[in-house]
């Protein structure tokens, strides 16, 4: 649980708490993230998507059309006094999207390509260690049924990780598909069919045959069930996939991925997929290609995504779709020191005067943000060493110091210390870099 240091006007410290499952991110941190942000949306733009802002709550019934049960049972939700409904906080944006394309944007041309930056709660258990507050930054494109379609999401995901400045990473890619092609058929009761996917997801051979040897499946079912926990590693995966499977709807999924991963050859980014033929994730809600991305060494997917042709229709536009969304939290934390230096959050100049008369300083510091500076001044009363200390400690670039006479400026670069008497008339001209 985070907790907060406070302090009382009496000076008695008292302990702030912040709810389970969410964070305060202190200035570092909090420019990190809002880097990350800005560097997506610019990979997004680049592809074509322009972005909206859906709204922060939403009536629980219209949500609920296209959220999973999954995502149900983690809605926060409550009673609007001004209505009388239940409304909630969304637990994903992606339904969203999808209620915004199919009710305001109907009279547009397909394909539309929409990206979106927003922050997400989901109620979470936390002996798991999960979050309840998600940042998600994603997009949607909506009216393409087409394998570059799904490859374009890929693509992007890979051009994102390497331009937030992520080395080593890897996208898992699936097909729901295939995998609905192997399980709708088996002869099972729903609670069996459940733990068999559990066994699935774990790649529990052992389990799998057991379950198996108690239930009445052919040998052609029990073949490909058993195939599902080495079908994963390198492209050759779906070799050994195609020498498995017999029927018709595991092998057109085979045949897609196949496209897909031809179009992400020519992308130049296919050195950055594996292929997880047992991957369940989403089953319930994809219909086709899913992906994750994993950062070496961090355990989490910092994205996630994939194909879902049915979400738009619940909303009264059928059409298919694909996206993805990278979770800004996860990947904040996965690349670690990798983000030192970017989203730089130091203010360019500390501004200090030690004379009485601050007009003069005022003055300079409306001038210099006119030139484009950030410039803070240095309001409090204390001594050029104390100014100093506080500009290091919280990371302004530059410390300018008025004299004694308010005609002449000292300039102290944070970084080596290093000294500069400047005009003060050379710098309101804008003759002097800062």
Known sequence: MSSLPHTTGAGAPIETRLPTGVKDFLPVKAAQLEYLQATLRTVFTRWGFRPVIPASLEELAVLELGLGGDLREKTFRFDDRQSGRLVAFPPDITPQV????????????????LCYSGRVLR??????????????AGVELIGLESPEADAEMIAMTVEGLLAVGAKEFTIDVGQVAFLRGILDGLPLPPAVALELRTAIAAKDATGLQRLLDAHPVSDRQRAEVLALPRLFGGFDTLERAAAVVRNDVSRRALDNLHRVIDVLGVYGVDDYVTVDLGELRG????????FQGFLTGFGRAVCSGGRYDGLTAR?????????????????LFALGGDLDGRGEDSIDILLFCPAADKAPAQRLA???RRQGYSVARDIIARDREASLDYARRMHFRTLLIMNETNDGLTRIHLADGRETSLSLQAVLDGECRL
């Not at 999808?98 to 109907?106: Q, Y």
């Not at 109620?123 to 998600?136: D, F, P, S, T, V």
């Open 98 to 113: 999808a209620r915004i394309a199919a009710t305001r944007l109907h009279d547009l041309p397909l394909p539309y390509r």
């Open 123 to 136: 109620h979470a258990e936390q002996r798991l260690g999960k979050e309840r507050e998600i940042w998600q």
């Open 283 to 290: 089953f319930d809600y994809h219909t086709g290609v899913i």
């Open 315 to 331: 909303y009264g536009l059928p059409a298919p779709a694909t996206g993805f969304a990278f979770n800004l939290f996860n990947l």
């Open 366 to 368: 409306a001038a210099l």
